[in-house]
Structure formats: structure tokens, C-alpha cells
């Protein structure tokens, strides 16, 4: 059994730095996923996540991708895209305003920089189903381009 899953940023807690009710839900999903039977899990977090980061949001990343590779799966494919573009649900004004510059913006993200080239969410979900479908134990961590 493989379990896909997308953790969506979770907001600031007042007076709880550095974590959230809605990360600690996802740590009970994929151990739930785990119990159940699942060997294979997949993630969509962000690229800068980390555990030092300097930012609250790629802090809280590092965490739910540490949690998923100590949760006891064979094999862990987490990827780190940058701007994930297309339609949502809500609406952020950043990512709006960096949704109508990426156009331009993405030529200059290539080489050693072309991780941070912002990605159709659907080549995101390409990649998962393709990666899931590859035969690999660990941990594994994807930046863009991801299948490379």
C-alpha cells in the first residue's frame, strides 16, 4: 500500500512557536497509514524546508519531513517544490502576485538554482505517481526537476 499525501502550511498557533495542531494531525495520519499497513509514503513539502530554517514556515516543513521519515515506512519520497503554480482554493496575495511574475521570472532558475523554479502542481502529482512506481527503499528527497 503507498500513501500520497500534500501537508498543507499550517497557520501560526498564538503562543505556541514553532508548531501547530494541524502538523500534529498529520504525524497521527501517516502513523495511522503506517499501522494500517502502508510501506510506502509520499509528500509534498516545500524546498528550504529545514529544522533550522530561519523562517516558521520552513521550520515546521523540516519537522513533518523528519516525523515522516521516523514513522517506519520501507520507502519515504518527500519533494520539495518551490512556487506550486496553478488554481487554489484560497487566495494568498504573495503567491498571486508570484503566480503572474513566474512567467518571467523562471528562465533566470536554472543550473544549481533551478530547484527554486516554481512548478505546476500537476507535474508535482505527475512525479509522485511516477516515483511511487519506481522500486526504492529509504528516504528519499526530490527537488525540482524531480525526476532527474
Do not use: N
Not at 503506517?34 to 513539502?45: D, E, W, Y
Not at 502529482?125 to 522500486?135: D, E, H, V, W
Amino acid at each position: 500500500m503507498c500513501i500520497a499525501a500534500w501537508a498543507p502550511p499550517p497557520p501560526r498557533p498564538a503562543g505556541r512557536p514553532g508548531w501547530s495542531a494541524s502538523t500534529t494531525t498529520w504525524c497521527w495520519t501517516w502513523r495511522a497509514a503506517r499501522a494500517a499497513g502502508a510501506t510506502q509514503f509520499l509528500v509534498v513539502s516545500a524546498v528550504g524546508a529545514s529544522l533550522r530554517g530561519p523562517a516558521f514556515y520552513s521550520r515546521v516543513k523540516g519537522r513533518m519531513e523528519r516525523s515522516v521519515a521516523e514513522a517506519g515506512y520501507a520507502t519515504v519520497h518527500i519533494l520539495r517544490p518551490s512556487l506550486l503554480l496553478g488554481a487554489r482554493q484560497e487566495s494568498r496575495l504573495a503567491e498571486d502576485i508570484a503566480q503572474k511574475l513566474s512567467p518571467l521570472l523562471s528562465p533566470l532558475f536554472s543550473g544549481r538554482l533551478s530547484q527554486y523554479r516554481p512548478v505546476q502542481a500537476e507535474e508535482v502529482a505527475a512525479a509522485m505517481l511516477t516515483l511511487a512506481l519506481r522500486p526504492a527503499t529509504g528516504v528519499h528527497i526530490h527537488h525540482y526537476p524531480f525526476l532527474e
